[in-house]
């Protein structure tokens, strides 16, 4: 049986919102699998904490929450400090190294570091794109929704004039995880 818990977050205007949404899109409505998506944030429109949850399930979901995420994204120090408390044994924690500093203990958890924000600048000239490589990454780093659906939704979910530059920004993210899981393809 399918179960896996994501918790993306970061800080209000990094798109974590939009990506709990473009990842819910590729694994509901694209890979027909259960999905339930929750979104919480602060009170500050920009830079305060902020997540998006995702639980995917070949069953229904009986639990509305993530109680022990499978993979956990961090776009900020602060959200890792926040809401990395429930990651255990086995579990991925995936940040952007350049905005994550201090890295916690975290006993058997594999911590990924990527520089999301700067992949996003190099491949793209812009740093809003950070969420699209971070969902590259994602899409690397568990097998559980295809790549090629992933991107199917960024490509969906953005006008056709920003479908290049996404598709360089996913291909990085996908690439930096591929290279820090050791996989080729």
Do not use: W
């Not at 929750?38 to 902020?50: D, F, I, L, M, Q």
């Not at 490509?155 to 004039?161: I, L, N, S």
């Amino acid at each position: 049986m399918l179960h896996y818990e994501y918790r993306f977050s970061g800080s209000g205007g990094q798109g974590l919102m939009l990506l709990g949404d473009i990842m819910a899109q590729a694994a509901g409505c694209l890979e027909g699998k259960q999905i339930l998506l929750t979104k919480s944030y602060g009170p500050e429109a920009r830079g305060g904490a902020c997540r998006s949850e995702m639980i995917l399930s070949d069953e229904p979901i009986n639990y509305p929450a993530v109680t022990s995420p499978d993979l956990m994204l961090a776009m900020s120090q602060k959200a890792c400090d926040s809401y990395r408390g429930d990651l255990h044994e086995g579990r991925i924690l995936l940040l952007d190294e350049e905005l994550v500093h201090s890295v916690p203990e975290l006993a058997g958890v594999r911590i990924v570091r990527i520089p999301l924000t700067r992949l996003a600048v190099l491949s793209t000239g812009k740093s809003v794109a950070a969420n699209v490589t971070a969902l590259g990454a994602i899409a690397g780093l568990c097998r559980c929704v295809k790549p090629e659906s992933v991107l199917k939704a960024v490509q969906d979910r953005f006008a056709p004039k920003f479908r290049e530059s996404n598709d360089r920004a996913f291909a990085a993210g996908l690439k930096a995880a591929r290279d820090a899981f050791g996989v080729n393809k």
